[in-house]
């Protein structure tokens, strides 16, 4: 009987540890973690996916005229560990500033004959880097750079879209109409 209760032991002890829970830490407190943009890329890297029924149904609301939805707030962004190009874009843009606002980091709008996309700029040693992870082809994600302007990055755009995109503008900022959707 007592070499039964030793065998068991082990067996519930694996039980109790799979039945504890573990405390994640939130937004906050792991950016406050982060020292550079190299954190950040990681972390999208890891958890953020792209969120295809997201994306539908943005473009729905777009072509029916029905008010867009809301860009997701970094926080939302994190919990969630999904979204679309301007959640990532957003998310990448107010963690990398809170991080250090030396990157300057700023959104990037870019205008394509089909639906457009957002990404994330930053500086680093006077050059001019863009986060992308909210990019539905593999080959536009990652940190790309670095650059000396935005015509230098729309170049690399050019080459690495899908054949059938045809890029028309890349420029900072979000479109003006847009603004509003920022909660």
């Known amino acids: 009987m007592r070499r039964l209760k030793l065998e068991l032991l082990p067996l519930f002890l694996l039980i109790l540890l799979g039945c504890a829970t573990f405390s994640q830490k939130n937004y906050d407190e792991t950016v406050s973690e982060w020292k550079s943009y190299e954190d950040v890329e990681k972390w999208m890297k890891r958890y953020f996916s792209y969120d295809m029924r997201r994306f539908n149904e943005s473009i729905y609301e777009w072509k029916s005229f029905k008010k ?82 935005l015509i ?25 109409d847009f603004e509003k959707y920022l909660e």
């Not at 680093?124 to 082809?137: F, N, P, Q, V």
């Not at 050019?158 to 900022?173: A, R, T």
């Open 152 to 176: 230098e990055y729309r170049k690399f755009l050019e080459m690495n879209s899908p054949v059938g995109v045809k890029i028309l503008n890349v420029k900072f900022g979000w479109p003006k």
């Open 68 to 149: 867009p939805m809301s860009v997701r707030k970094p926080k939302e962004t994190f919990e969630l560990r999904s979204g679309v190009c301007f959640d990532a874009a957003r998310f990448v843009k107010e963690t990398l500033n809170r991080i250090d606002p030396s990157y300057e980091a700023e959104i990037v709008f870019i205008v394509r004959d089909i639906h457009h996309h957002f990404a994330c700029s930053f500086r680093k040693d006077g050059k001019l880097y863009i986060m992308d992870y909210g990019a539905t082809y593999q080959s536009l994600r990652g940190v790309h750079g670095p650059y000396n302007s």
